[in-house]
T-cell receptor, first 111, second 113 residues
Framework: GNSVTQMEGPVTLSEEAFLTINCTYTATGYPSLFWYVQYPGEGLQLLLKATKADDKGSNKGFEATYRKETTSFHLEKGSVQVSDSAVYFCALSRYGQNFVFGPGTRLSVLP | NAGVTQTPKFQVLKTGQSMTLQCAQDMNHEYMSWYRQDPGMGLRLIHYSVGAGITDQGEVPNGYNVSRSTTEDFPLRLLSAAPSQTSVYFC????????????FGEGSRLTVL
């Protein structure tokens, strides 16, 4: 079946540091790939997505590129802020259903 | 825009009691689902529906029932609550057929004593 693997963390960085959270997936066909973010006490919200190979999703300074050859969708940000402290989930889906989530990575950014 | 609305936000039950978590969406989404989130366990799919009158089990369906009589509503029923059902529950919906994202409600925190 489909699955998503991501580094579980926690990840602790200083403000303005570079962030990478690795995500790899196993799926048949060509799934859509997503990064969701969950701030404390809130639900998950979409951060970015990519729907086909080599697509780059970007939002709020975060980026991730759909790499079919390595089945990866790593999340990056060049300079993190304290306000980026949250839990980040990598996910995939086929046709807007059958969503599969990774375990989540907790990020703490220290001032 | 209301999006996905869940009620109640907090609930405390005694073991054996029943309750229903309500979920409504106003985006005309075909796909609706319920997840539970527990520390260290990530999100686990309980039940899902691809349209009115159609429901199916997810990864952890035991102890939960669902129904989908309308496109908008997807209630989750706990028939006899157990302490193991203490969790945060999220309802989510999406438009099927394309690369639609999943929209989440704000969550319902349930404690079973």
């Amino acid at each position: 079946g489909n699955s998503v693997t991501q580094m579980e963390g926690p990840v602790t960085l200083s403000e303005e540091a570079f962030l990478t959270i690795n995500c790899t997936y196993t799926a048949t066909g060509y799934p859509s790939l997503f990064w969701y973010v969950q701030y404390p006490g809130e639900g998950l919200q979409l951060l970015l997505k990519a729907t086909k190979a080599d697509d780059k999703g970007s939002n709020k300074g975060f980026e991730a590129t759909y790499r079919k050859e390595t089945t990866s969708f790593h999340l990056e940000k060049g300079s993190v802020q304290v306000s980026d402290s949250a839990v980040y989930f990598c996910a995939l889906s086929r046709y807007g259903q059958n969503f599969v989530f990774g375990p989540g990575t907790r990020l703490s950014v220290l001032p | 825009n209301a999006g996905v609305t869940q009620t109640p936000k907090f609930q405390v039950l005694k073991t054996g009691q029943s309750m229903t978590l309500q979920c409504a969406q106003d985006m005309n989404h075909e796909y609706m689902s319920w997840y539970r989130q527990d520390p260290g366990m990530g999100l686990r799919l309980i039940h899902y529906s691809v349209g009115a009158g159609i429901t199916d089990q997810g990864e952890v369906p035991n102890g939960y029932n669902v129904s989908r009589s309308t496109t908008e509503d997807f209630p989750l029923r706990l028939l006899s609550a157990a302490p193991s059902q203490t969790s945060v529950y999220f309802c989510a919906s999406s438009r099927t057929g394309d690369a639609g994202e999943l929209f989440f409600g704000e969550g319902s925190r349930l404690t079973v004593l």
